[in-house]
């Protein structure tokens, strides 16, 4: 069974660099496609991007020039930095899962995130 557990400060302050850790068990992630999905206050669901099984990652063009998501193996890790942040930025961050690119199959849990100073 894969698992998804999402980590991070809740509290950052604006201009500052998001940093998330999404843990994963039961898959390794060098396969399938793993991505960050974000959800503000009153918003629908925002795809932020994804890394596939290669490492290649693909971003959303409204966040692409603050967003990098990369992996690290030996932890079984996939990892979302966001630059520049603004209140705006303030969300519940998703971590999923799935076989196929953009799609959403397997959920973590969520954490929040508030930007404010």
């Known amino acids: 069974q894969v698992r998804l557990q999402e980590s991070g400060p809740g509290l950052v302050k604006p201009s500052q660099t998001l940093s998330l850790t999404c843990t994963v068990s039961g898959a390794s992630i060098t396969t399938n496609y793993y991505s960050w999905v974000r959800q503000s206050p009153g918003k629908g669901l925002e795809w932020i991007g994804y890394?596939?099984?290669?490492?290649?990652?693909f971003y959303s063009p409204s966040l692409k020039s603050r967003t990098s998501i990369s992996r690290d193996a030996s932890k079984n890790q996939v990892l979302l930095y966001l630059s520049s942040l603004t209140p705006e930025d303030t969300a519940v961050y998703y971590c999923?899962?799935?076989?196929?690119?953009?799609?959403?199959?397997?959920w973590g849990q969520g954490t929040q995130v508030t930007v404010s100073s």
């Open positions: 999923a899962y799935d076989p196929n690119p953009y799609h959403f199959g397997i």
């Open positions: 890394i596939d099984k290669s490492g290649s990652t």
